[in-house]
C-alpha cells in the first residue's frame, strides 16, 4: 500500500516546477485518448506529451493530437520507449471494451488490454524515473452476481467471475497492476474505474445501442444504470497527472438512471426479450462479428452496476455531473433516432386533457356534480 | 379563495385527470427520481401502496398498534416474525410503516437472494425499495437514516407448516444485530399475526420444490388445489404490533463479540414471540371482524 505521507509531499512542491516531464500517453488511436493526450500537452506545467500506440492514429482522430509526439511502436518495444523519453509519469489508457476495427476479433481485445498491460507494466517496472502511474480501469471490476450489494465501494470484491471478455480482462489487468505496485513502491499508482462513458461527442457500444429507435432489453429485469461524462473523464484523468492521487477511484455521475428510464428519456421503444434469447443472440452477434454486443453488456443488463464516488469527490475535489445530466447531454446530441419525444407526449397529454374538458363542459349533468 | 387560483383547480375531478395525465407523462418520458437501491417512491406511493392499501384494509382489516414507537426520523432496524408461506407479511409491513406517520416514511426491506435472482420480482422488489440482504446494503441504508425491515426467519419462517404456527424460529447468525450494533442504530422489534392463516401451509412436496430450485413447495387448502384461484390468500385478521425500540448506540466495537450478537438476537426473538402470543390471545378468531 502507499504510504500517505507521499501525497502531502507532492502538494507542498513548487506550483511553478513542471508536474511531469515527459508523459507517455497509451492509446492514443482512439479518441479519448487523444483528447486527454492533446489536453496534457496544453498544460504548462506539463512538459513533453508522447502518444504510444501500436496502431497509427486513424484520420479522424489525429487531427486532435496537437502538440502531442505519435510514437508508433507494438507494446512489447514500450521499455525502449519510455527509456529513450526519460518518461516519469505514464497514463495507460489502452484499455478498451471493444476492438478498435471491425475487422479485429476478441482475442485481439484481449491480447491489447491484457497482454498489452503486461508488457507495459514491465516496461514500467525498468524504468527508473518513473514516478507516476495512472491505468484506465473499468466499473466492470466488480463482476456481476445477484448476490452483490447494491452500491459498490472500491473495497467491494467481485462475487463471480463476470462472462463478458472485458470484464475479465479488467481484473486481470487489475491483479498485475496489484504486482506492480508491491514491486515498485515507490510509484504512485492511480486507478480510475469509470462507468460506462457517454456525452455528445463519446461513441461506444453503450452509445450506439441507446442511439438505435428500439432498444433490446432482458424481459423482467430493470437494471440500475450509472454513467459518466466524457468530459468529466478527461478532467479527472488530467486532474491524475497533474496532481497526487494515489489508490483505487470509481469515477461515476451520482445518481441513477434504470435501463427502462434511460430508454424512455431517450425517446425510444424498449423491447423486452428472454435472457435465453439474448445470450444466444450476443454468441450470434460475435461468431456474425457485428462488434460491441456481449456477454459484458448481456452483464450489466441483467444486474446493473452502481459504485459509491465518495472517494474520487473527496480526493480529486471534482464532481462529475450527474449520471441523468451526462445522459441526457448525450440525447441532445442524438435526437435523431428519438420515436416518442417528450414534446409529443405533452401534446398528446394536453389535448387529450382538453378533450376531456370539452366534454364535460358539454354535459349539463357533469358541471352539476362538479358544483 | 384566492382569485389566482386557475378555474380548473377548482374542480376536483377535473384536478385527478390533469393530475394522473401528468403522472403518465412522467412516468412514459422517464422524468422520474429512482435511488441508488432502485427504489422508485413515486411508482410506490401512486401504484403500489394504493393496491396494497387494498388487501391491508378490506382483506386482512389490518390493526396496528404500538405506532408511536416507529421513529418519526432517523434510522432504525425493523425487524419482524416471517410467515405465510409467500412473505406478505413484508408487503402488510411497508403499508403500516409508511401509514403510520406524516410524512410518510417508507420501510426498505431487505430480500433473500431468490428474490433478486427471479426475473420480474426483482424489478418489483427494486423499485418498492427492497434490498439483498447483506451487511453492506443494510448498513448504508441505515447510516442514511433509513427504516430498514428485516425477517431474520427467512425462508425458515415463510416455509413452516401450519402446525408450528407463530412459533419463531431461529435466528440465524443474527447478522441484522450485528449491522445495527455497526451503525448504532436501534432494533425496532414487530409482530405480525395473521400471516400464518393467510396462506397455511398443509403440506411441503420437497421433491417438486428441488425440481423448481425452490426452498419449498407449499400445498395450503386452495393451492393447487384450485389452480391460480389458490394464490388468493385467506382473508384472515391482521394485527401488527410495533414493541419499544432497543437501543445499541456507541456500542459499535460489540459487533464482532459473538457472544453479545446473540444474546441480543435472542433478546429480540423472545420480545417478538412473547408480543405475538399476547396479540393471539387478543385475536380469539383468526377469521374474526
Redesign the interface.
Known amino acids: 500500500m502507499h504510504p500517505s505521507h507521499r501525497g502531502a509531499a507532492a502538494d507542498r512542491a513548487p506550483r511553478a516546477a513542471p508536474v511531469a516531464q515527459a508523459v507517455v500517453v497509451t492509446g492514443v488511436s482512439r479518441y479519448l485518448a487523444a483528447t486527454v493526450a492533446a489536453r496534457l500537452a496544453a498544460d504548462p506545467r506539463v512538459g513533453r506529451v508522447v502518444g504510444l500506440d501500436a496502431a497509427a492514429p486513424p484520420a479522424d482522430v489525429a487531427p486532435q493530437l496537437d502538440g502531442v509526439t505519435t510514437v508508433v511502436a507494438e507494446p512489447h518495444r514500450a521499455a525502449d520507449v519510455l527509456a529513450d523519453l526519460r518518461a516519469d509519469v505514464v497514463v495507460h489508457m489502452a484499455v478498451t471494451s471493444r476492438p478498435p476495427r471491425a475487422d479485429d476479433a476478441d482475442d485481439d481485445a484481449k491480447e491489447r488490454n491484457v497482454i498489452g498491460t503486461m508488457q507495459l507494466l514491465a516496461a514500467c517496472q525498468r524504468a527508473p524515473l518513473l514516478r507516476k502511474l495512472i491505468v484506465r480501469s473499468s466499473t466492470a471490476a466488480y463482476g456481476a452476481s445477484f448476490k452483490d450489494p447494491a452500491v459498490f465501494t472500491e473495497e467491494t470484491a467481485p462475487r463471480a467471475t463476470p462472462r463478458g471478455g472485458f470484464a475479465r480482462d479488467i481484473l486481470d489487468i487489475e491483479g498485475y497492476l496489484r504486482g506492480f505496485a508491491r514491486r515498485r513502491p515507490d510509484v504512485l499508482a492511480t486507478v480510475l474505474r469509470f462507468a460506462p462513458i457517454i456525452g455528445s461527442a463519446a461513441d461506444t457500444t453503450l452509445t450506439r445501442y441507446f442511439a438505435s429507435p428500439f432498444v433490446p432489453t432482458v424481459l423482467g429485469r430493470d437494471p440500475r444504470l450509472q454513467f459518466v461524462h466524457l468530459d468529466d473523464v478527461r478532467e479527472i484523468l488530467h486532474e491524475a497527472v497533474v496532481g497526487a492521487h494515489p489508490g483505487t477511484f470509481n469515477v461515476a455521475g451520482a445518481g441513477v438512471l434504470t435501463l427502462s428510464q434511460a430508454i424512455r428519456r431517450a425517446g425510444r421503444i424498449p423491447v423486452p426479450v428472454p435472457e435465453q434469447g439474448l445470450s444466444a443472440a450476443a454468441a450470434l452477434a460475435r461468431g456474425l462479428d457485428l462488434g460491441g454486443y456481449g456477454f459484458d453488456q448481456l452483464d450489466l443488463f441483467v444486474h446493473g452496476r452502481v459504485v459509491d464516488t465518495a472517494r474520487l469527490v473527496a480526493e480529486f475535489g471534482v464532481t462529475p455531473r450527474t449520471t441523468a445530466e451526462a445522459f441526457d447531454d448525450f440525447i441532445r446530441a442524438h435526437r435523431g433516432g428519438t420515436v416518442l419525444p417528450a414534446t409529443q407526449v405533452a401534446a398528446v397529454e394536453q389535448a387529450l386533457l382538453d378533450g376531456i374538458r370539452r366534454i364535460r363542459a358539454a354535459r349539463p349533468e357533469a358541471a352539476d356534480v362538479a358544483g | 379563495m384566492s382569485p389566482v387560483d386557475p378555474p380548473?383547480a377548482t374542480?376536483?375531478?377535473?384536478r385527478r385527470?390533469?393530475d394522473a395525465?401528468?403522472f403518465?407523462?412522467g412516468?412514459?418520458?422517464?422524468?422520474?427520481e429512482?435511488?441508488?437501491?432502485?427504489f422508485?417512491a413515486q411508482l410506490t406511493e401512486r401504484v403500489f401502496l394504493p393496491m396494497l392499501r387494498r388487501l391491508y384494509q378490506d382483506w386482512f382489516r389490518t390493526e396496528v398498534t404500538g405506532r408511536e414507537f416507529l421513529p418519526e426520523k432517523g434510522g432504525a432496524l425493523v425487524v419482524a416474525n416471517h410467515a405465510g408461506t409467500v412473505a406478505l407479511d413484508g408487503l402488510m409491513l411497508s403499508v403500516a410503516v409508511h401509514d403510520a406517520h406524516d410524512p410518510a416514511r417508507h420501510l426498505r426491506l431487505l430480500g433473500a437472494?431468490l428474490v433478486?435472482?427471479?426475473?420480474?420480482?426483482?424489478?418489483l422488489a427494486?423499485?418498492m425499495g427492497t434490498?439483498?440482504a447483506?451487511h453492506?446494503?443494510a448498513e448504508?441504508l441505515l447510516r442514511t437514516g433509513e427504516l430498514v425491515g428485516v425477517f431474520p426467519e427467512g425462508f425458515k419462517g415463510v416455509g413452516k407448516g401450519y402446525a408450528e404456527r407463530y412459533r419463531l424460529q431461529r435466528f440465524g447468525r443474527g447478522g441484522f444485530v450485528a449491522s445495527a450494533l455497526r451503525t448504532g442504530q436501534p432494533i425496532l422489534p414487530v409482530a405480525i399475526v395473521g400471516a400464518e392463516e393467510a396462506y397455511p401451509m398443509l403440506a411441503d412436496i420437497q421433491p417438486l420444490a428441488r425440481l423448481l430450485g425452490l426452498p419449498y413447495f407449499p400445498v395450503t387448502p386452495t393451492f393447487p388445489a384450485l389452480g391460480p384461484l389458490g394464490l388468493l390468500p385467506l382473508p384472515s385478521k391482521w394485527l401488527i404490533e410495533f414493541c419499544p425500540p432497543i437501543s445499541t448506540a456507541g456500542r459499535s466495537e460489540a459487533a464482532d463479540d459473538p457472544m453479545v450478537v446473540f444474546d441480543l438476537a435472542d433478546e429480540v426473538r423472545e420480545t417478538i414471540q412473547s408480543t405475538v402470543d399476547r396479540l393471539l390471545a387478543r385475536r380469539p378468531d383468526p377469521f374474526g371482524p
Open positions: 380548473p374542480d376536483p375531478w377535473d385527470v390533469a395525465l401528468a403518465l407523462r412516468r412514459l418520458t422517464g422524468q422520474y429512482v435511488d441508488e437501491f432502485g422508485d437472494d433478486f435472482t427471479t426475473p420480474v420480482l426483482s424489478e427494486r423499485k434490498t439483498v447483506c453492506a446494503d448504508r
